[in-house]
């Protein structure tokens, strides 16, 4: 199961895993300065576009160390997604998650249960339209349920 979490982005929004329940959700972290990021930004791009609507929500958790430098490239970049930005991988969201690595992209289903892919996994949209299939069967059933 994914470890309890609560963080507020840049521009005040407050994120936890009580607020996404019911959704499926992918985390990506790494550092935005690292080439292997900055590749990845246009499918992580095109996946936040993709499943725009649906019950997913992509979430960048930054491990860059510079606030300022970070800030530019989100604008630079335009990713209107959600954003975080830690302090490393010392940071409590890596701690939390167990990541030693930069570039790890998770998974988190309607349910709770972490997956773990990598940014590039060209199997991800996939993973994420099976995740968004159970979101849409739990939503339902809690519908009719009401």
């Given at each position: 199961?994914?470890?309890?979490f609560?963080?507020t982005?840049?521009?005040?929004?407050?994120?936890?895993?009580?607020?996404?329940?019911g959704?499926?959700?992918?985390?990506?972290?790494?550092?935005?300065?690292?080439?292997?990021?900055?590749e990845?930004?246009?499918?992580?791009?095109?996946?936040?576009?993709?499943?725009?609507?649906?019950?997913?929500?992509?979430?960048?958790?930054?491990?860059?160390?510079?606030?300022?430098?970070?800030?530019?490239?989100?604008?630079?970049?335009?990713?209107?997604?959600?954003?975080?930005?830690?302090?490393?991988?010392?940071?409590?969201?890596?701690?939390?998650?167990?990541?030693?690595?930069?570039?790890?992209?998770?998974?988190i289903?309607?349910?709770?249960?972490?997956?773990?892919?990598?940014?590039?996994?060209?199997?991800?949209?996939?993973?994420?339209?099976?995740?968004?299939?159970?979101?849409?069967?739990l939503?339902?059933?809690?519908?009719?349920?009401?």
């Open positions: 199961m994914a470890p309890p609560a963080l982005t840049p521009n005040g929004q407050p994120v936890s895993l009580d607020d996404l329940a959704k499926s959700y992918c985390l990506i972290s790494g550092r935005l300065g690292a080439g292997t990021c900055r990845a930004l246009p499918h992580v791009r095109e996946i936040a576009k993709k499943f725009q609507g649906e019950p997913v929500v992509v979430l960048s958790l930054s491990l860059d160390t510079d606030e300022r430098a970070w800030k530019d490239l989100v604008a630079k970049n335009e990713m209107t997604w959600l954003q975080y930005r830690d302090d490393g991988l010392w940071g409590r969201w890596p701690k939390g998650f167990g990541v030693r690595e930069i570039r790890p992209t998770f998974t289903d309607a349910d709770g249960a972490l997956q773990h892919e990598h940014i590039g996994d060209a199997s991800i949209e996939g993973k994420l339209n099976k995740r968004v299939h159970r979101a849409r069967e939503q339902t059933t809690v519908k009719q349920t009401l």
